[in-house]
């Protein structure tokens, strides 16, 4: 059964980063493009940032040029590099597969970034 689990959320101030890990159990991310979405407060959850299996990277509006999406298929981890953070990136930040199957969906984990 895949799990995946997101780890590497917490507190910082606007302008700072963080680097958000999403590992899986079982050989997924060579099979699969794989999907950063965040939910904010309030609000629904919504796509940040997508890599193929040849390594092709997409990202939302938003987040282009501070963030990074990467992955390393030989320790079934996917990251995303969040760089000059600011207030609206505050959400909880999930991983799946895309297009995402429901339960893949982890805990997430939460991004707070203080203003």
């Known amino acids: 059964q895949v799990q995946l689990v997101e780890s590497g959320g917490g507190l910082v101030q606007a302008g700072g980063s963080l680097r958000l890990s999403c590992a899986a159990s079982g050989s997924i991310f060579s099979r699969n493009t794989m999907t950063w979405y965040r939910q904010p407060p309030g609000k629904q959850r919504e796509f940040v940032a997508s890599?193929?299996?040849?390594?092709?990277?997409n990202y939302a509006t938003p987040v282009k040029g501070r963030f990074t999406i990467s992955k390393d298929n030989a320790k079934n981890t996917v990251y995303l590099q969040m760089n000059s953070l600011k207030h609206e990136d505050t959400a909880v930040y999930y991983c799946?597969?895309?297009?995402?199957?429901?339960?893949?969906w982890g805990q997430g984990t939460q991004v707070t970034v203080s203003s």
């Open positions: 799946n597969v895309a297009p995402a199957i429901r339960r893949y």
């Open positions: 890599i193929t299996t040849g390594g092709g990277t």
